[in-house]
C-alpha cells in the first residue's frame, strides 16, 4: 500500500504540495481560537464533592463576596504599618473604587483584622462579578487594578502587590507566552543544528521547518475546532506542548524517511524511485509508530480530569496530521530537489561510511545479546527504583510561573505573615434536606467546635455565614498548612469524616475551597492511572501485534516501555526531590511521561523491530538481523532520539517548576527509549528469542532451516538490485 502511496506522491507532487497549502490556508483562516483554561475545578465531573460544594455555594450565596484578587501593602522600609499609612491604604482602596475598573463589584477597606500579626503587611480583598474571574477580559481588569494600585501608592511609604486568581492568571499568561517563545525558538535551533551536522546541509536542515510550518497550521485549526465542537477544555501548558510535539515527531517522521531515502540511493536507486521505496519501506513503520501513540493520546478521553480530556485529542490530531504529511508532504518535496542540490555541499551522501560507530555496536549485540540485554535492563531497573520515592504536589500557581512573579511574591507573603491557609480557606457547606426546614445557627456551635478538633485544622469562623433563605451554612475553615501542600490536601480526610459525621440531624455537609478540589484531582488522578494506563497499554500491543504478525514480541517491548517509564520517573524523582529538595513532582507528571516517554518513545522501537523483522524476512538470522537493524537503523533512532530529548530539553529554558520537570524527565525518557531500550535492550532480547519473536507469523520471515522466504513474499517493492 505505502508503494502505491509512494508512487502517486512523486507522480503528483506539486499537486499534493498545493493541496497542503490551500488546506493549512483554509482550516487555519476558519478555525476559531483556541483558548486555555486556568480554573482548577473545571478539570472535574461533578460527583466530586469539590465540586458539589461550589454548587452549593453558588445556589445558596449567590451574591457572597469571594475574593477574586488581593491586594497586600507593605512599606518600603520593611517597617511596622504606622496610623499614617492605615489613612493611605484606605486611599489608595478608595481611589481604585472611584475608577470603577470594569468587572470589579467590591474592594474592602483595610481593618485591623486584615494586618498581619508582626504589624508589616495589610490586605485588601477585592471581589468580582460572578463567573468574571476565568474570561478573557479578566486578564485586563487585573492590569487596571495592579497598575492602579502602583499609582495611588506613589509619593506614599507604601507598596502595593495584586495576588489572588486572576492575578495569577495574568502572570501564568504572561509567563506561558514568554515559555512558548523560549520553547519555539529553542526547538527550531536545535532541529537546524542538528540536522545541519547530521547530514552537512542548509536545505536539509530547514526542510522539515517549512513543511511542518505548513502542516501546523492545519493541526492547530483541526484543534480549535476539535476543542470548541466537543467542549474540550485546555490549560497554559498545551500551546507548549503542541509546539514540541509538532516539531519533534514531524522532525523524528522526517528522519525515518531521511535516512531511508539516502540508504536507497546509496543502494543505487535514482531520485525519484528512492523516494517511492523510502516511503513503500518505512510507511508502515511511520502509520503504525503514530497509530501508536495516537491510540495512546486518544486513550486520555477517558480521563476524569478536563485538562487530559483536551490534551489527549488534541495531541492524537496533532499526530495524525504530522503521520500524514511525511508520507505525502514530504516525500512530494523530496521527488522535486535533485540529489545534489538537497544534499550540497556534502558528499557523504553517496557512500556508507566503512566501520561505522552503528555497525560496530550492531556486531556487539550479535556477538553477547544475554550481557547487552542484562546490562541495558540492569540500568532501567536500578532508575526504577528511584520512583519508590515519587511525591506529587498540587500547586500549580507557582509551579507554572517563575516565583518572582509578583503573585508570586504575595502568596508567599501571605503564607509567611497570615496563616499558611490564609491564601485561601476551606469552607464547609451544610444545607438542611428538609424541604422548607430552616438551620439553626446556634444548634450550629458543637459542630463548629468538632470541626475545630480536627488534626491540621488552625482555625474555625465561630459564627457561620447563613443563606437568604436560612437553609444552607457557610462555615470558614482556616487550615494550618498552605492550600496546595500535600499536608493540606491530607487535612481535607479528616476534615470531611468529621464533617459527613457530625452533621447535625436532617442535613447534608459538603467540604469545599482549592484544597479540597485538590484532594479531589488526586483521588481522580488515581483512577486515571488504573484506566488509561492499562487500556492505553493492550492498544498498543494489538497495533504492534498487527505490524509485527505476532503474539510474542508486544510483551516484551511493553515490558520495556514499561521499564523506561518507571526509569523515567525515577530519575526524575531523585534529580528535583533529592537533590534540588522539592517538596514533590508536580502532580500530571507521571502522565506526561506516559504521554511522551511511553507513547512516542515506542516510536523508536517499532522503527527498530520493524527493521529487525524486514532483515529476518530476507533470510538473516536472529542475531545477524539484530547486528544489521542497529547498524541500519541505529543511526536514524539516535539522531530522531537526540532530536526530540533535546527538544523537550528547550522547557527548561521556560524558568518555571511545570516545565522544567516536564522538560527534564520526557528528555530523559526519550533518552533511555532511543540510546537503552531501542538500541541495545530490544535489539538483544529479539536476538535472543530468535524466531520465536515471531510466533506466529513466520509465513515472511526466515524457515527454521534459514532457508529465505519467498522471493515473491520478502520484496514485491519493484525496486533496483542491492539492499538499504
Known amino acids: 500500500m505505502f508503494h502505491r502511496i509512494g508512487h502517486f506522491v512523486v507522480k503528483r507532487a506539486w499537486w499534493v504540495i498545493i493541496a497542503w497549502v490551500v488546506a493549512a490556508i483554509a482550516i487555519i483562516g476558519s478555525a476559531p481560537t483556541l483558548t486555555a483554561q486556568t480554573d482548577e475545578s473545571s478539570f472535574l465531573p461533578r460527583h466530586y464533592e469539590s465540586i458539589q460544594a461550589s454548587m452549593v455555594q453558588e445556589k445558596a450565596f449567590p451574591a457572597s463576596f469571594t475574593p477574586a484578587a488581593i491586594l497586600e501593602f507593605e512599606r518600603t522600609d520593611g517597617g511596622k504599618l504606622t496610623a499614617a499609612d492605615q489613612a493611605d491604604m484606605n486611599k489608595v482602596v478608595q481611589g ?70 486572576v492575578a495569577q492568571n495574568l502572570d501564568q499568561q504572561d509567563s506561558s507566552k514568554l515559555a512558548n517563545a523560549l520553547i519555539g525558538i529553542g526547538t527550531i535551533v536545535i532541529i537546524l543544528l542538528t540536522l545541519g551536522i547530521i547530514f552537512r546541509s542548509p536545505i536539509i536542515a530547514l526542510l522539515p521547518i517549512l513543511s511542518i510550518f505548513v502542516y501546523s497550521m492545519v493541526a492547530n485549526g483541526l484543534i480549535a475546532d476539535a476543542s470548541k465542537a466537543f467542549g474540550l477544555k485546555a490549560d497554559n501548558s498545551v500551546s507548549a506542548i503542541l509546539i514540541i510535539v509538532l516539531f519533534g515527531v514531524g522532525t523524528d517522521y522526517f528522519l525515518f524517511l531521511m535516512f531511508r531515502y539516502r540508504e536507497r540511493l546509496r543502494a543505487g536507486d535514482d531520485r525519484k524511485t528512492a523516494v517511492v521505496n523510502a516511503v513503500g519501506r518505512v510507511g508502515e513503520a511511520i502509520t503504525s509508530a503514530a497509530g501508536a501513540v495516537i491510540v495512546a493520546f486518544s486513550v486520555l478521553i477517558l480521563s476524569s480530569l478536563g485538562m487530559f480530556k483536551a490534551l489527549g485529542p488534541s495531541l492524537a490530531i496533532a499526530v495524525g496530521v504530522t503521520a500524514i504529511a511525511s508520507v505525502t508532504l514530504v516525500p512530494a518535496i523530496l521527488s522535486l530537489i535533485p540529489e545534489k542540490v538537497l544534499f550540497w555541499p556534502s558528499k557523504a551522501w553517496q557512500r556508507e561510511p566503512k566501520n561505522a560507530r552503528f555497525a560496530a555496536l550492531g ?71 428538609q424541604d422548607g426546614a430552616k438551620l439553626d445557627p446556634a444548634a450550629l456551635s458543637g459542630y463548629i467546635a468538632e470541626l475545630g478538633k480536627v488534626d491540621g485544622v488552625a482555625q474555625v469562623a465561630p459564627k457561620p455565614t447563613m443563606s437568604a433563605d436560612g437553609t444552607t451554612a457557610d462555615i470558614t475553615v482556616m487550615l494550618k498548612d498552605a492550600p496546595a501542600t500535600n499536608a493540606a490536601i491530607d487535612t481535607i480526610d479528616g476534615l470531611r469524616k468529621v464533617a459527613h459525621g457530625s452533621a447535625p440531624e436532617g442535613t447534608k455537609a459538603y467540604v469545599g475551597g482549592i484544597t479540597s478540589i485538590y484532594k479531589d484531582i488526586n483521588t481522580a488522578m488515581a483512577r486515571d492511572y488504573s484506566v488509561v494506563f492499562p487500556i492505553a497499554a493492550l492498544l498498543i500491543m494489538v497495533i504492534l501485534g498487527l505490524l509485527l504478525r505476532s503474539v510474542v514480541a508486544p510483551w516484551y517491548l511493553m515490558a520495556a516501555v514499561g521499564l523506561g517509564f518507571g526509569a523515567t520517573v525515577g530519575a526524575t524523582s531523585l534529580l528535583f526531590q533529592h537533590v534540588q529538595h522539592e517538596a514533590g513532582l508536580m502532580f500530571m507528571l507521571p502522565m506526561f511521561i506516559y504521554l511522551f516517554v511511553v507513547a512516542i518513545g515506542t516510536d523508536y522501537n517499532i522503527l527498530m523491530i520493524a527493521r529487525l523483522r524486514e532483515e529476518a524476512a530476507e533470510g538473516r538470522s536472529p542475531r545477524e538481523a539484530a547486528s544489521l537493524a542497529v547498524r541500519h537503523g541505529g543511526p536514524t533512532v539516535a539522531a530522531a532520539g537526540s532530536i526530540l530529548a533535546a527538544t523537550f530539553g528547550t522547557m527548561l529554558l521556560a524558568g518555571n517548576s511545570l516545565f522544567s520537570e516536564i522538560g527534564f524527565s520526557v528528555a530523559f525518557g526519550i533518552a533511555v527509549s532511543a540510546f537503552v531500550m531501542s538500541l541495545f535492550f530490544t535489539p538483544a532480547l529479539t536476538a535472543l528469542l530468535g524466531r520465536a519473536a515471531w510466533w506466529p507469523g513466520h509465513g515472511d520471515v526466515a524457515g527454521h532451516d534459514g532457508v529465505p522466504a519467498p522471493k515473491a513474499v520478502q520484496d514485491d517493492r519493484l525496486e533496483p538490485a542491492g539492499r538499504g
Open 363 to 433: 556486531r556487539a549485540v550479535e556477538r553477547k545479546p544475554a550481557l547487552v540485554a542484562l546490562v541495558s535492563g540492569g540500568l532501567l531497573v536500578v532508575f526504577s527504583l528511584g520512583a519508590l520515592g515519587y511525591q506529587g504536589t498540587f500547586d500549580l500557581a507557582s509551579g507554572s510561573m517563575p516565583k518572582t512573579k509578583e503573585s508570586m511574591v504575595v502568596q508567599n507573603t501571605l503564607m509567611d505573615a497570615f496563616s499558611a491557609g490564609a491564601a485561601d480557606p476551606s469552607h464547609v457547606y451544610v444545607a438542611t434536606t
Open 96 to 165: 481604585l473604587t472611584d475608577k470603577h475598573i470594569a468587572k470589579v463589584e467590591k474592594i474592602l477597606p483595610v481593618g485591623p483584622q486584615s494586618i498581619s500579626k508582626d504589624g508589616k503587611y495589610a490586605l485588601s480583598m477585592i471581589g468580582m462579578e460572578k463567573g468574571s474571574v476565568q474570561k478573557p477580559e479578566a486578564a485586563d481588569t487585573a492590569k487596571a487594578l495592579r497598575e492602579g494600585a502602583k499609582e495611588l501608592a506613589q509619593g506614599t511609604a507604601l507598596k502595593a502587590q495584586l495576588g489572588g486568581q
